[in-house]
């Protein structure tokens, strides 16, 4: 059974940094994903990690967290990280890791975990 474990999380001021951590139990593909949902809203893509490509690797991110937030992964492939910087009040969110999906289109991913909590403050 394939578990995604999601760490990391914590309450930190905003302009703060906070990096999570998503540990998988085993290899179930090559992209990597994080989402968040925030109370009321919908659930939103956050960044993505794709190391199908055996030169490198390929990473996608939303248009709120681009420039901001960083998606890697160590070289065993068992732990993808979001490194966090520069945090919003409206980064305040449930973060999830997923796997085995397409891009940021959640309704592709067969894998989640159960979240890690983030809050920053206004």
């Known amino acids: 059974q394939v578990q995604l474990v999601e760490s990391g999380g914590g309450s930190v001021q905003a302009g703060g940094s906070l990096r999570l951590s998503c540990s998988v139990s085993?290899?179930?593909?090559?992209?990597v994903a994080w989402f968040r949902q925030a109370p009321g809203k919908e659930r939103e893509g956050v960044a993505m990690i794709d190391t199908s490509d055996i030169s490198g690797h390929t990473t996608l991110y939303g248009t709120s967290v681009e420039g901001r937030f960083s998606i890697s992964q160590d070289s065993a492939k068992t732990t993808v990280f979001l490194q966090m910087n520069s945090l919003k009040p409206e980064d305040t969110a449930m973060y999830y890791c997923a796997a085995s999906g397409f891009a940021l289109f959640e309704n592709t991913y067969t894998y989640w975990g159960r979240g890690t909590q983030v809050t920053v403050p206004s």
């Open positions: 085993k290899y179930v593909g090559y992209r």
